[in-house]
């Protein structure tokens, strides 16, 4: 077979022709299926040691071409609102990651091509902004799905933004403009895509759920012209990345060296736009320049944003409380209602069994657990976790806020603590309504006319007093407001009176 550069191949994509023929069959209503064949052809031409570099950089756009609006559908079922059957959520997310594995480790063949010299690499002069743009494009999209699986990042990802970034700023294409796939609204450079996915991976990573870590993405997408990348600090700098050692993006320090390797990222009249965003959402009202990837609630958008503009403020958040190390080991019941069975002593809803955890470091508010890699039960941000230490009797209770994953595949998880003791309560609105269960956390931030009430999700209703019984004394809880809405869970607070029993009295 004659190839698109006179070169003899057998391989289906080396005639031009033949290639569009094999993409012209791809199964244009199955966004899945398509997917997955258009994986494999990007890594079968990877690997075609006859192709030359242009023909290989040719039928490689192609094929990442063809396969974006596939990639799109595909993100936006898995990103939706409404949440996914499980096999479905982990099907699409291995045909995803595994694209942009195979699109990465092709376009890091490119470079490492154009770097040795091949012969026609001269030539692609003009392509190397676009092919390195795609190539930090597609490591973006890898540490996305890492996150949504809160999955140990590969090493490999952030060599490869390092070295996109190192050879655009040698070759000194770092700043040149261009539209990175057909349909884009803005014209994008390799500097802007560094800047954005290291700045989104900086505040985002293992500390939002799911949906909350793609609309960050996406807004720092419409926030990308405010971020910089610089070799020197400056007043708008907050995180730095390391050149020659290369991984996670770390906080600025006041003490950091200024090595050659290092490159400040920062934000820049990020203020302003900031703001405009932030009283736009605050009147229900999405932008329509932002592009979310599907449909969702302002306010959901508001709190995200509000999380970016805390993360990228100076002076950078501090930690509230000191940490101390401890080793405990911890019972743990995952979600409400295995909280629940705890704190009504043994009231058994069908969980599984409580698992085990070894707590590593503690402070006031919080605590940092590592779970084994054996771990069958599923932990996201946002979700509820009772905590039992060895040696001690009652039940606490703690929030996820944070997950990350070692090269072990243990889990990471940092907890809120909201309380150390729960009792569980029975809620009656009228004598006549049925029990509604929920767990009682008294005065919170030491306010003794308040309570916290878990109670099951959508439960809190704002204007609906609620009865209740805790040892001997009634009491009448009035609705102040509703603090968290979780995973499946309401956090409630409730201003608590006590009532005589004959008043009180519900049954």
């Known amino acids: 077979m004659l190839g698109i550069f006179g070169k ?3 391989h289906p994509m080396a ?3 033949s290639a569009q023929a094999l993409l012209a069959d791809l199964p244009k209503n199955d966004a899945l299926k398509a997917l997955q064949e258009l994986t494999g052809w990007i890594e079968s031409v990877r690997e075609q040691a006859e192709f030359r570099l242009e023909q290989q950089v040719m039928v490689l756009r192609l094929l990442d071409e063809t396969a974006r609006p596939f990639e799109r559908k595909l993100t936006r079922e898995y990103f939706a609102v409404s949440a996914l059957p499980p096999f ?6 291995v045909v995803l990651n595994e694209f942009f594995v195979q699109l990465l480790q092709a376009y890091r063949s490119v470079l490492a091509r154009v770097r040795n010299g091949d012969k026609g690499a001269s030539s692609l002069r003009a392509m190397l ?21 809160y999955a140990f990042v590969d090493q490999e990802i952030w060599v490869g933004l ?7 700023e040698a070759q000194q294409y770092l700043n040149e403009l261009l539209q990175l796939y057909a349909g884009a609204e803005s014209k994008t450079s390799v500097r802007q895509e560094f800047a954005t996915v290291l700045m989104w991976h900086a505040t985002c990573f293992g500390t939002l759920s799911r949906n909350n870590m793609h609309l960050a993405e996406r807004l720092a997408a419409y926030l990308s012209q405010c971020f910089t990348v610089s070799a020197q600090r400056d007043t708008g700098s907050r995180f730095i990345f390391d050149l020659h050692q290369p991984m996670s993006p770390m906080r600025l320090g006041a003490d950091a060296a200024p090595l050659p390797s290092l490159r400040f990222l920062g934000v820049e009249k990020l203020q302003p736009q900031m703001d405009g965003l932030l009283k736009a959402l605050e009147k229900n009202f999405v932008p329509k320049e932002i592009n979310l990837g599907g449909v969702y609630e302002a306010e959901a958008v508001r709190s995200v944003a509000l999380h970016l503009a805390e993360c990228m403020a100076w002076p950078p958040p501090m930690r509230r409380n000191a940490r101390h190390n401890i080793k405990v080991s911890l019972s743990v019941a995952s979600g409400f209602v295995g909280v629940m069975e705890q704190a ?5 809803f069908g969980s599984d069994a409580n698992a085990s955890w070894r707590a590593e470091d503690i402070s006031t508010s919080g605590l940092r657990c590592i779970r084994p890699a054996a771990g069958a039960d599923k932990i996201e941000i946002g979700m509820l976790l009772g905590l039992k230490p060895e040696r001690v009797e009652r039940w606490g209770v703690g929030i996820v806020r944070r997950i990350t994953r070692d090269p072990h595949n243990n889990q990471h998880i940092g907890i809120e603590k909201l309380a150390n003791e729960v009792d569980g309560v029975a809620l009656r609105e009228r004598a006549e309504d049925e ?12 306010n003794a006319a308040e309570v ?25 809880l009035i609705p102040l407001r509703l603090v968290e809405s979780g995973v499946d869970f309401d956090l409630a607070r409730y201003r608590k009176v006590e009532e005589d029993a004959a008043a009180g009295e519900v049954d």
């Open 162 to 168: 390092a070295d996109f970034y190192q050879h655009a």
């Open 88 to 93: 479905q959520e982990n099907r699409l997310w």
């Open 344 to 348: 009504f002593n043994g009231l058994n």
């Open 435 to 446: 029990e509604q269960h929920a767990l009682w956390l008294d005065s919170p931030g030491g």
């Open 129 to 149: 902004p676009l092919i390195a743009a795609r190539g930090v494009n597609a490591a973006a999209g890898r540490l996305k799905f890492a996150a949504a699986h």
């Open 8 to 10: 003899k191949s057998d």
């Open 15 to 17: 005639d031009l022709k």
């Open 452 to 476: 916290d009430l878990l109670m099951s999700p959508a439960s809190f209703t704002p204007g609906r007093s609620l009865h209740t019984q805790l040892g001997s004394k009634r009491y009448l």
